[in-house]
């Protein structure tokens, strides 16, 4: 688990199960910009996966990923900030 840069300077996440294959994913709404994209922070041991991303505004938001669906956060009352 963890996060990868392409060409772009684009942030994706990825995650690999023990049998080797990898599966690479993007939170929808992450940018596309550089420097944004999907940054995949930790996992568990139940194979969740938490990060944050960067929208085409570069605002930050939180995200976690569980059995591959991804559900993406604000927290509540917390202004959110631009940039990393």
Same mark, same amino acid.
Request: proline content about 4%; cysteine-free; aromatic content about 14%.
């Given at each position: 688990?963890?996060? &990868?840069? $392409?060409?772009? &300077?684009?942030?994706?996440? *990825?995650?690999?199960?023990?049998?080797? !294959?990898?599966?690479? +994913? $993007?939170? /929808?709404? %992450?940018?596309?910009?550089?420097?944004?994209?999907? &940054?995949? +922070?930790?996992?568990? %041991? =139940?194979?969740?996966?938490?990060? @944050?991303? !960067? =929208? %085409?505004? &570069?605002?930050?938001?939180? +995200?976690?990923?569980?059995?591959?669906?991804?559900?993406? *956060?604000?927290? /509540?009352? !917390?202004? @959110?900030?631009?940039? !990393?």
């Amino acid at each position: 688990m963890g996060s &990868y840069i $392409d060409a772009k &300077y684009v942030y994706h996440g *990825f995650v690999r199960v023990p049998s080797g !294959l990898i599966t690479t +994913f $993007d939170v /929808p709404g %992450a940018g596309t910009g550089g420097t944004q994209g999907t &940054y995949a +922070f930790s996992n568990n %041991a =139940d194979g969740a996966i938490v990060g @944050r991303y !960067l =929208d %085409a505004a &570069y605002m930050s938001h939180g +995200f976690v990923r569980t059995a591959g669906v991804i559900t993406s *956060f604000d927290v /509540p009352g !917390l202004q @959110r900030h631009a940039g !990393l």
